[in-house]
């Protein structure tokens, strides 16, 4: 009797974590669920941002410190006509528009964003799925380049066209003028002292040292100042916020 | 005559349910993001081209945590992110805030403590004899925490818990500009990856451990006076 009584309870106990598990997948697909779920991003950046410094950096590492082979991930080549084209001539016509909410709107060639001065970092690149590769980086600095196309004061964001494609959707990311003005927010085409190679975002990346991989845009052929992210793709400020739910703020 | 015993205060029970919600989602959410590179490191780095020290392949032939064992149940790193992200919230500032009121209301010194004594051998071995014949009180102190307890206990509240926190915090990119030196203590994220995966594994097996004692000792009793906070003093020790 008591075996039994103590079998259920198990049982019981079991089911119970089990059906918690379950559960949350239930909870998930309503409405409320759903709004208390992603409630977590506000908080976790309302207290990040209170307690990080805005320019605080990134820890930067030695060149020992590197892993011995740099990973790439997304989009391994974007293989569109347009970008096979400018990859066959070494990116020669290759521009990068900048405009939005700027006062003087820019076409920015290879040679003019090799020609400003660079921030080179050694830094840590973080996955979402939670691989991690040290890399050595040199570009020029993001700040500065908004500055001389005199952005507005309307202007909220900055987003990040690139040239890869999901299905027919083009990749795209977007950050805030703390990040966009961060000391080590470059746009960097040196990886490990070599001009950047296709899987790593040829010809052109952005490094937003702060955040998780996926707001590393690569291939970038446009980069616009707008004073909200609404009227962008799905208006969430990238593609995986768009397509899975990904954070926008992705700061852990 | 019946004997009952307030034995659990309402921040002791409210913090216990808190954690009884937040670690299960923590737990689950957790193997789902683990599946999402399903290898462990040591060190600063590592990914598909470095060594690793653990697989889930060893463990799970698919290579992934089944499906019941995650949240969501169906792969799913953005949504195991939202549930994680969240209850981690939840988790760090309910063991906060039960630490201050534990240290006020002097329940950890009264209850967990330690004393002199506790760890002689010669006690270690009475209580673990006396676990083993299930008795798990002390007649004259029923209401008392022995000394096992009282390790468990305490090495979770002190050790596991602040351990999984902190090297949680040491994996965001964002703090790990705020506070390098979390970076330093763990040596390096994918270190800190390696041991909150340890850490947590830890807390597992506390909860299924606590749950085993928790029926062994009386389910009715033990659930009724961790939400009531009333305790029946067992026959066999009055």
Redesign the interface.
């Known amino acids: 009797m008591i075996l039994t009584r ?1 079998r259920a ?2 049982g019981g ?1 079991a089911a119970g ?2 059906g ?3 559960g ?2 239930a909870v ?1 697909g309503t409405d409320i669920g759903r709004k ?6 506000p ?2 950046q309302a ?2 941002r209170a ?3 805005r320019t ?4 930067e ?1 030695s060149a020992d ?5 740099f ?1 790439a991930n997304g989009t391994r080549n974007p293989n569109t006509p347009t970008y096979n084209a400018s990859l066959a001539q070494n990116f020669a016509d290759w521009r990068i528009r900048i405009d939005g909410l700027v006062a003087r709107p820019v076409d920015l060639s290879l040679a003019d964003l090799r020609a400003m001065p660079a921030r080179t970092q050694i830094t ?1 690149h ?9 890399g050595k980086w040199s570009g020029p600095r993001l700040g500065p380049i908004l500055e001389r196309a005199g952005l507005q004061q309307r202007a909220r964001y900055i987003v990040f066209h690139c040239a890869d494609r999901f299905g027919t959707r083009p990749y795209y990311e977007s950050i805030d003028l703390v990040d966009a003005f961060h000391p080590q927010t470059i746009l960097a085409w040196v990886l490990n002292d070599r001009v950047l190679s296709v899987p790593n975002g040829a010809p052109v990346r952005l490094r937003v ?4 991989g996926y707001k590393h845009a690569k291939y970038i052929e446009r980069i616009e100042a707008v004073p909200s992210l609404a009227g962008i793709g799905g208006g969430k400020g990238g593609y ?1 916020e768009d397509v ?4 926008w703020y ?3 | 005559m019946m004997q009952t015993v307030y034995r659990h205060r309402l921040t002791t029970r409210l913090w216990h349910a808190i954690n009884a ?1 937040a670690i ?2 923590l737990l ?2 957790g193997l789902m ?2 599946n ?2 399903p ?1 462990l490191y040591w060190g ?7 060594q690793p020290w653990f697989r889930v392949a060893w463990l799970f032939e698919a290579g992934r945590v089944p499906g ?6 169906t792969y ?4 195991a ?3 994680h ?2 209850f981690a ?1 939840v988790l760090g500032f309910a063991l906060l805030a039960y630490m201050v009121a534990s240290l006020v209301n002097r329940h950890f010194q009264r209850d967990l403590r330690v004393r002199r004594g506790d760890l002689a051998p010669r006690t270690l071995w009475a209580d673990l004899r006396a676990h083993l014949a299930l008795r798990f009180h002390d007649p004259d102190h029923p209401g008392a925490y022995n000394v096992l307890q009282k390790l468990s206990y305490v090495s979770v509240i002190f050790v596991a818990l602040p351990l999984v926190i902190l090297t949680g915090l040491t ?8 506070w ?1 030196w979390l ?1 330093d203590l763990f040596g390096g ?2 270190s800190a ?1 390696s041991i909150h995966f340890i850490a947590a594994v830890w807390l597992g097996g506390f909860t299924i451990v606590h ?1 085993a004692l928790v ?1 062994l000792a009386g ?1 009715g009793n033990e659930l009724r006076s961790i939400i009531t906070g009333w305790w029946r003093v067992p026959e066999e020790d009055r």
């Open positions: 103590r309870l198990v106990l974590a089990g918690l598990l379950a949350c997948d998930q208390l779920l992603l409630s977590g991003e908080a976790t207290l990040q307690l990080i410094d605080a950096l990134a820890p590492f410190q590197r892993s011995p082979i990973r840590r973080d996955c979402v799925e939670g691989w991690s590769a040290i040292e702060r955040q998780l995986w899975a739910d990904y954070e992705a700061g852990i | 919600v299960v989602i689950g959410s993001i683990l999402a590179h290898q600063r780095f590592g990914a598909n081209f470095d019941w064992l995650t949240i969501p149940q799913n790193l953005a949504l992110r939202r549930w992200l969240l919230l994996m965001s990119p964002g703090l790990n500009a705020a390098p970076l994220r994918q990856r749950l029926i389910v």
